[in-house]
Each structure stands twice: as structure tokens, then as C-alpha cells.
């Protein structure tokens, strides 16, 4: 059998497979679930000065009969003490030393401020540091997650505070809300930092309540933008992830993010340079066991393949991600019907009907 092994920055994980931060890394009680269920590693639910969250702050987009399509959420960073939250962490490493830990930060923007709050975190005994430069709403109001990612100074003088002090792996969480996300990588790595992780949520309102012509999720008759998650965004995350993996300015490990549900997603997003996988939005449709066929169908499909390690692997498809004028102009692809299977839908002429129109 294959071996999914991963030493991301110089982390161990058994697996590639990584809880995101989010509602499913809240608790202690959450994250030892999931280690039980297989998942290598957990990525802890954004750790700051407590806040207060609103009620409703969830809401999806369904396709047909596919529920949650995509996912928007207004959550903020977690709602609990930081004491709790690092206490737990800390129980969590000891009780499941093999699996990674990491912990999720967003700290006002001071030098002083950053250096207390890393010595607090690195103090549980956790793997390493993700630093939060991404969320797109309520926080970023405050200055802080994508108010800091967007501004690649802003990116670099912080990380930089953060590495002054750590002295465990630093994780860069990029936005995916810039005209251009090198910018912000090559900063984030111009501060020191050892990896990035890819991508934070996208700014969205996913629909308006016609009766009360509210935008969704209805507050108390009000809403607000949020952040949009879900198979919905895989394309915009492998886009963004081969153009930071493809950077020869970056060259740090990079932790795949962004509508991760099936084994497939998975591979895809290592042949685009993932070393580990974080997954949310399908834990919270799926629960926690939807990792025990990730894993039976990466291992089963590189086993075919002849790939004993995922390292085989990892970005073969960065080099094929081209600009366009680079492309042969003189390919062409024809279909091929298959008159014995035809169904008679008619399909193909309506469609060679518009071509012409």
C-alpha cells in the first residue's frame, strides 16, 4: 500500500489529510474524533480575543439535487476564551502525539501583541503556527485576517514579528480576495515564512430571501458579505494554488485548500503542488468519517499508478499550466459519435444550432 506520509515544513503527519480551521477544530472533544476517524492532522480553530457571533451565519448555494454546492458562512474567529482553546490544544497534542497540531492565529496588528500570543500558542506543545491573513469578513473590518493579506507589506512586517519569536514552523493562510495572489505569497515568504496555506474563503452574499427581500443568512433583517467555501470554489483553489506553486519566488511547501471533498480532489490538488489537504466544508455535510475513503481512494488510485509516495507525484501537473498564447493553436479535438448508443435526444443539434446563431 501506498504511503501517505507527509513532512510538511518539517511537520509530521500521518496522512495529508488536515481538518481546516473552522467549526470542526473548536473543541478538544471535535479534533480527538477526528484523529480516531484517520485524519492526519488538524488545523485549530482561529485563536484570538474571544468575539461574539451571530445567529443565523450560515447559508448555501444547492445545484438540482446537490445540496451545498457552495457554503457561506459569517462565523468569526472562535468564540471561546483563549485560555480554553490552548488548554485543549495542549491536551489534544499529548493524548495524539503522531498527528499534527496547529494552531490558528489572528492577533491585532503589534509587534508586542504577536510575540505574546505565539509564546502562549507554542507553549501547548503544537506542531506549528498558521497565521490567519484571510478571512474575509468581520475581522478584516477590525484590521486584521484579509485587511492584513491584501497588503503585501503589511503581509511581510508581520510574519517577520512572528518569526522574532517562534521557534516552531510559521504557516502563511493566503486570501483569495487580490487581483494577483503571487504578490502576497512572495511577501509572506520574504518575512520568513516556512510555508502557505491555500485558499481562505471568498467574499460572497449567496442569495436574498424574496419574501423579505434580505440578503441570506437573515440576521434580524440584515445581513453581510461572508466567506463562500465548497466544491463551488475547487477551481478557483487549484487556479490560485498553481500560480503560488508555479512561483520560483515562493518554493515553501504549500497546504491545499478549497472545496476538498473526494479522494479525487485530493490528488488533483497534490499533482498542483499540495503537500497537505484541508478540508471543512465536506466534514460539516459529511462528518468526520468522509476521510476514511479519501484515504482508501488516494492509496487505491496511487497503487495503480505505480506511486509509493506522494512526492511522486506532488506538482507533475504544475508545468503543463500554461499562458495561453503558449498553447498549440493547431490542436483539435473532434468527437466522436457513437451512432449505436445514440438516444435520439437531438441535443447535438440544438447546441450546433446556437453555435451558428
Known sequence: MSDLSVDFAGIRSPNPFWL????????YDQVARAFDTGWGGAVWKTVGEPVINV???????DLGPNRMMGFNNIELISDRPVEDNLREIADVKRNYPDNAV????????????????????????ADGLELNFGCPHGMSERGMGAAVGQVPDYT?????????????PVIVKLTPNVTDISYIARAAVRGGADALSLINTINSIVGVDLDSL??????AGKSSHGGYCGPAVKPIALHLLSAVAGDEEVAVPISGIGG???????AEFVALGAYTLQVCTAVMHYGFRVVEDMIDGLSGWMDDRGYATLSDFRGSA??????WEDLDLNYHLVAKIDQQACI??????????????
Open 102 to 125: 496547529i494552531v490558528s492565529l489572528m492577533v491585532e496588528s503589534t509587534r508586542d501583541a504577536w510575540h505574546e500570543m505565539v509564546k502562549r500558542a507554542e507553549d501547548t506543545g
Open 55 to 61: 445567529y443565523s451565519r450560515y447559508g448555501s448555494v
Open 20 to 27: 481546516a480551521s473552522g467549526p470542526p477544530t473548536n473543541t
Open 344 to 357: 435520439q435526444c437531438q441535443l447535438c443539434w440544438v447546441e450546433i444550432g446556437r453555435a451558428h446563431v
Open 156 to 168: 511581510c512586517d508581520i510574519v517577520g514579528w512572528v518569526k522574532e519569536v517562534a521557534t516552531t
Open 214 to 219: 434580505t440578503p441570506l443568512p437573515d440576521v
Open 260 to 266: 476538498i471533498a473526494t479522494w479525487r480532489d485530493a
Open 318 to 323: 504544475v508545468a503543463k499550466v500554461a499562458k
